[in-house]
């Protein structure tokens, strides 16, 4: 178990195809193949990311994907203040100017290097942390991804 997360999960895991393992802190995604056979997938070898902000005042969190982590907290700290952005009046980007950025912690959950499987393995991960807001468990994410 990871004690840098905020929360606790039990792996292996499988979701949608994907068997989610941890080994030395890390999580691993791995694919069902055709044939039912397991392995790595190692085609894509950009580096993609699941990442969590939480809000150190309330728990609620939001669940999200990119290929670059420093642009994605650019573009959310832009999209909360910036009143032309489209995103402004998302949840998540409320939260952001009603708490404050320094009142959030962000953290990996998972790296990837398919960017088949990002879209699956945000799925699971807002789905294990109940952070898509319908499911009235105080979460940001307005999809379930």
Known sequence: MNENLPYQISFPIHHRGLKFVEANGKI??????????????????????????????????????????????????SNANNPLSKEYNYLFHRKLREYG??????????????????????????EQLKTFVGDNQGGYNLTRG
């Open 101 to 126: 950025e320094e009142n959030f912690i962000f953290s990996i959950l998972q790296e990837l290097e398919d960017t088949e499987d990002i879209n699956k393995a945000e799925q699971f991960w807002i």
């Open 28 to 77: 691993f995604t791995y694919i069902y193949k055709k044939d039912n056979s397991v392995g790595m997938n190692q085609e894509d070898k950009k580096m993609n990311y699941i990442y969590c902000y939480t809000n150190k005042i309330n728990g609620h969190k939001y669940v999200g994907k990119t290929n670059n982590l420093e642009r994605r907290k650019r573009e959310h700290r």
